[in-house]
């Protein structure tokens, strides 16, 4: 086998394992994984981005506690992890458990009265794919915990508190998508998230009828957003943005960026400018049902992203190349780059050969077979049972 199927799994029959393990739960949660289609990098920028979510999620079922104590435990995991609700605190908590036990902290600190809780989880989104399953975990735990404490909490309430569980607690930088189309998404549609305003919008997303499907490759060429590449990227475009005398580098223009002296800044924010051009390229193709031109931003958009930005790697490339080549619309890396995966548009009678061909390639560098999702718009976090 050349290519590694990776299933979402039954919700129903995950959501009664995870209920199985607990005494009298309050519930089990799912919240989704994303795959972002067009705008990268540009959440922080307060631009534009077009993500979708996935039907891979993570699911948490919750059950109350008689003391002021939180455990988590994962179904892929021998650990567990237990503390005082009062005693988690930035530094206190590392690992796996540090985004849970941020959501505990942020939601508390945000003035709701969570009861000491037993938490379960099962994720189903791939580890170090860039396609958010640590959004995934922190937003499922997150409608846990507010059912637990009887809490009807809209999902726009909770951007907020997850951001902060995985930036302050878990310490991994986020600028809003993941949490956000984690919490929002709709089956059938991608989430249009503006970031000057924070408002979202949701985009008809029908590849179906049109005879097209999204391939989601994960390279395997893992990737972590606290090893210091998504901060320095970060850093480059604030940088950027003052030397430009502006607040963001949403404000900046494509003649403004070409006169920067710094040749790093200035490819650093070319990259943010045109991108979220493409973004609105994106919809306005998208509303007139031209799928060679959403194709056409996905191949300038991963040639920005590995030349101006300089995210990609060698796996992502060569999924791209190979997709392309064999005949894909577009094709180009997603999510917070340095591994991770990558999405090829291709027609739907192409898409088990486009894979294959994908895994050949993988397989003629003796590299590790890759990850192949169905990739259909999917629901946001929600109550499975």
């Known amino acids: 086998m050349q290519v590694d199927h990776v299933a979402p799994g039954d919700p129903a029959e995950i959501a009664a394992g995870l209920a199985s393990r607990l005494t009298e739960p309050v519930g089990v949660f799912a919240a989704p994984g994303r795959v972002n289609l067009i705008g990268e990098h540009t959440d922080y920028n ?11 999620a993570t699911y948490a079922a919750v059950a109350r506690r008689d003391d002021d104590r939180l455990t988590v435990a994962s179904v892929q995991r021998d650990d567990r992890f237990e503390s005082r609700l009062d005693d988690i605190a930035p530094g206190a908590v590392t690992g796996w458990a540090a985004y849970v036990a941020g959501v505990a902290r942020a ?13 379960v989880v099962d994720g189903r989104v791939p580890l170090g794919a860039g396609l958010s399953s640590s959004a995934a975990l922190v937003c499922s735990a997150a409608l846990a915990m507010t059912a637990a404490a009887g809490a009807d909490v809209a999902a726009d309430d909770l951007v907020a508190p997850t951001m902060r569980a995985e930036s302050e607690v878990a310490g991994a930088p986020t600028g809003g998508m993941d949490q956000t189309v984690s919490l929002l998404g709709t089956a059938d549609h991608a989430l249009l998230i503006d970031f000057s305003d924070h408002t979202t919008s949701q985009v008809r997303w029908a590849l179906e009828a049109a005879g097209l499907t999204l391939l989601v490759v994960d390279t395997r060429a893992e990737h972590a957003l606290v090893d210091g590449g998504y901060a320095a990227r970060r850093a480059d475009c604030e940088a950027a943005a003052a030397q430009l005398g502006l607040d963001s580098l949403r404000e900046a223009t494509q003649d403004g960026v070409e006169r920067l002296d710094d040749d790093r800044l200035r490819r650093r924010a070319r990259h943010i400018v045109t991108e979220i051009d493409r973004v609105v390229q994106v919809i306005d193709a998208l509303a007139a049902g031209d799928w060679e031109e959403v194709g056409a931003a996905f191949i300038a958009s991963h040639a920005s992203m590995r030349d101006d930005f300089e995210i990609s790697c060698d796996e992502l490339d060569l999924a791209v190349e190979t997709a392309v080549v064999e005949g894909a619309l577009g094709a180009r890396m997603t999510g917070g780059g340095f591994g991770g995966s990558a999405i090829a548009l291709v027609r739907s009678d192409d898409a088990d050969r486009v894979a294959r061909s994908i895994g050949a390639a993988f397989a003629g560098r003796d590299w590790p077979a890759p990850g192949v999702l169905p990739a259909p718009a999917s ?4 109550q499975i049972r």
């Open 46 to 56: 307060r631009g534009l981005c077009l993500p979708i979510a996935l039907p891979h």
């Open 379 to 382: 629901a946001g976090a929600r």
């Open 107 to 119: 939601l508390r600190e945000a003035g709701h009265d969570l009861p000491g809780m037993d938490l």
